[in-house]
């Protein structure tokens, strides 16, 4: 679920108040957007991988809210990590030519063939 | 194990049962698992912020439900260009069935992605093309009672229908968890048999009968509704519910096992058998095999 908005890193942009598709943040003017209905978060992390500032942080438990806090997220580097794996920069799509699945495909099926 | 990795998962579910279940994923190599990373970030993400090494580490596993609860049902399209049965109304997503895509297993990721992608750019395109031609009309704008159930919980007296005082009106959270209760048990979902597909159908007919009645719901056009996020979630969870009578309502007359529909009273795969099954209606389901001629589900 949804657990951080940084309000050091947030600039107020709202992209992640758009693209959630269930409606968990409420605009404040001029302020942080706010987690109004954490409940309804589906942990889709599309807030997360939007946000042009690595500003949010999403817990992967999918089912209640977890004890996490800024500094501990900031602390162990977690702002934007999914995005760097995913090889998204600056709340833009990317990474899709690092993607080896194709490759890992053909040692799977090479490794069936050896019987191994 | 067979190509889609089918044996797993039964083998998974019937650990499940038994007790808790670990895996780890020592056995891949290190290029291996270096592509692993590369090609599947969603994967790792999970591990990495609970602090799990997935190639070292144990994790407890689960399953989560697919099949007729998310990837292969939904409305069935009827034309090329995601058209529905109700004219002007076009489906995409998970939302839209892909049966002809994936038959009687969910798709996974790739699949899945592509129908989205496809189906979305169809449905998108068709629907302008409708929205050039003609104004929408007075229903396309406001929405309007699904038959009888009404667009939001009851608060005063309107429940008389069912006879229960307005306190037992059940909110969206508690037809979401009595749905849950119903739906994700491995014991009466990933195995599905007669007896356990009748209980639940059972339950899942009371839930529905407990639901707020609009007195003037089945008057089309009875007054103009506003959405609200309260209506919206209500709907929402009404929706699941229909869904869920949906789809166990097909089970109960898939007398075979395919894909990932396991009945352990009929396990084999039976070529005679329907290919697709049809479900509709509300207060009323009925089935079909064919999509033309349909009958009263029991």
Known sequence: ?116 | MDELGEDRQVAIAAAILKGPVFARLDKASTNEREMLRRGQPNCFLPYDRQSIDPFRDKFELTLRCEGTVRGVGGIRISGSRCETDIAGLYAAGDVASRQDLMGAISGGGGPNASWAIASGIMSGNAASDDAKRKRPTRDARSPSPLRSIAMRPSRQGSDQASGKSPSSSPTPAEIVAAVRTHMLPLETNFYRSADSLAATRASLADLWSGLPRDENGSERGSGRLPVTPETVKHREAVAMLACARWAISSAIVRRDSRGMHRRTDFPEFRKDAPTRIYSRGLDTIEVSDNGEEWSAAR
Not at chain 1, 62 to 76: D, H
Request: hydrophobic share 35%; with cysteine; glycine share 8%.
């Open chain 1, 1 to 116: 679920m949804i657990e951080i908005v940084s309000p050091s890193r947030c600039t107020a942009c709202n992209i992640c108040v758009r693209v959630c598709p269930s409606n968990v943040f409420d605009i404040a003017p001029g302020a942080p957007p706010i987690i109004a209905r954490q409940d309804d978060c589906q942990t889709c992390f599309m807030c997360e991988i939007y946000c042009p500032h690595d500003a949010l942080y999403v817990a992967p438990n999918a089912e209640g809210p977890v004890a996490i806090t800024e500094e501990e997220v900031e602390r162990r580097g977690l702002f934007g990590s999914y995005a760097r794996a995913l090889g998204w920069k600056d709340g833009r799509m990317g990474g899709t030519r690092e993607d080896t699945t194709w490759e890992l495909r053909a040692t799977l099926d090479n490794r069936k063939k050896s019987g191994s």
